[in-house]
């Protein structure tokens, strides 16, 4: 079945530093891969995304690179912000028998510190 | 920005009270999910529907039912609470084919004394 794996968090940065969660996944086929932010007490939101091999999605400085020979999808930041504090969830998509299921990764909690 | 909406947002209540979280939608999309999500963030989805009249058991299983009665209303009814109840319960939605993204509400935060 498909499956999401996230590096475990909490990950605590100071401002200014370089970010990098990574996310692979198990799937068959062509998936579409998904970064989400949930900021304290509100639901998750769309961070960016991408719909197949080699493209690269990018949203207020983050990127991430769908990398299908190394079934990755690693979200990098060149400089945290305070601001930045949030979960940070990684997901795919994988239509199925005309049914679009989406998998989400476990989150991984960023703290970025003044 | 989305459009979908929960509430309460914060409900604390009493074991073997009958209680329904409330979601509403107004981008007209057809899917619609509900997820729990445990204190270590990880998300469960606990029913979806496709459509009116449409619903189905997610991935884990839950006590609670949903209603899809109209496209931009997706209910959660709890029958009788108890504590192992006590979540943080988010709604979402999707439109048909596209991408796949899913767009979510703030969330209801649910305590069962």
């Not at chain 2, 107004?26 to 449409?54: A, C, F, R």
């Amino acid at each position: 079945g498909n499956s999401v794996t996230q590096m475990e968090g909490p990950v605590t940065l100071s401002e200014e530093a370089f970010l990098t969660i990574n996310c692979t996944y198990t799937a068959t086929g062509y998936p579409s891969l998904f970064w989400y932010v949930q900021y304290p007490g509100e639901g998750l939101q769309l961070l960016l995304k991408a719909t197949k091999a080699d493209d690269k999605g990018s949203n207020k400085g983050f990127e991430a690179t769908y990398r299908k020979e190394t079934t990755s999808f690693h979200l990098e930041k060149g400089s945290v912000q305070v601001s930045d504090s949030a979960v940070y969830f990684c997901a795919l998509r994988r239509d199925s028998g005309g049914y679009q299921k989406v998998t989400f990764g476990t989150g991984t909690k960023l703290q970025v510190i003044p | 920005e989305a459009d979908i909406y929960q509430t309460p947002r914060y409900l604390v209540i009493g074991t073997g009270k009958k209680i329904t979280l409330e979601c509403s939608q107004t981008m007209g999309h057809d899917k619609m999910y509900w997820y729990q999500q445990d204190p270590g963030m990880e998300l469960h989805l606990i029913h979806y529907s496709y459509g009116v009249n449409s619903t189905e058991k997610g991935d884990l299983s839950s006590e609670s039912t949903v209603s899809r009665i109209r496209t931009e209303h997706f209910p959660l009814t709890l029958e009788s609470a108890r504590p192992s109840h006590t979540s943080q319960y988010l709604c979402a939605s999707s439109e048909w084919g596209g991408t796949g993204e899913q767009y979510f509400g703030p969330g209801t935060r649910l305590t069962v004394t």
